[in-house]
């Protein structure tokens, strides 16, 4: 089983940065791929930003250049550092992980998912935390 935990939301001026914790503890290991989603008020969750196990990256278009995802995976930790965030960034925000293969086929060809912004692919999530901009 896994457990995610997420922390350091809040509420900041326009322009400001926050950065949010996710503390995993369980069976999530360096094979797992994590990620971070957020959804608004009767809106569907959207993926924001992704890791893989050897460190690869993936970003909402909307957050590129602005947010970075890192984690330690020494204490199995998951961050997401938001800078110059505007009103639109205002949300719940999710922590995700994948544990076990996750792939993709296309064309009769498949593939193993290192990052993943599809809700679908994930199969542990936190219970989220608010993060408001106000302009």
């Known amino acids: 089983q896994v457990k995610l935990v997420e922390s350091g939301g809040g509420s900041v001026q326009a322009g400001g940065s926050l950065r949010l914790p996710c503390a995993a503890s369980?069976?999530?290991?360096?094979?797992?791929?994590m990620g971070w989603f957020r959804q608004y008020p009767g809106k569907e969750r959207e993926g924001v930003a992704s890791?893989?196990?050897?460190?690869?990256?993936d970003y909402a278009d909307s957050v590129k250049g602005r947010f970075t995802i890192s984690k330690d995976n020494a204490d199995k930790t998951l961050y997401l550092q938001m800078n110059s965030l505007k009103p639109e960034d205002t949300g719940m925000y999710y922590c995700?992980?994948?544990?076990?293969?996750?792939?993709?086929?296309?064309?009769?060809?498949?593939?193993?998912?290192?990052?993943?912004?599809?809700?679908?692919?994930?199969?542990?999530w936190g219970q989220g935390v608010q993060v408001t901009v106000s302009s």
């Open positions: 995700a992980a994948r544990l076990g293969l996750q792939t993709r086929c296309k064309g009769g060809k498949c593939s193993t998912v290192k990052t993943s912004l599809v809700e679908d692919e994930y199969n542990y």
């Open positions: 369980g069976d999530v290991d360096e094979s797992s791929f």
């Open positions: 890791i893989g196990p050897n460190g690869e990256l």
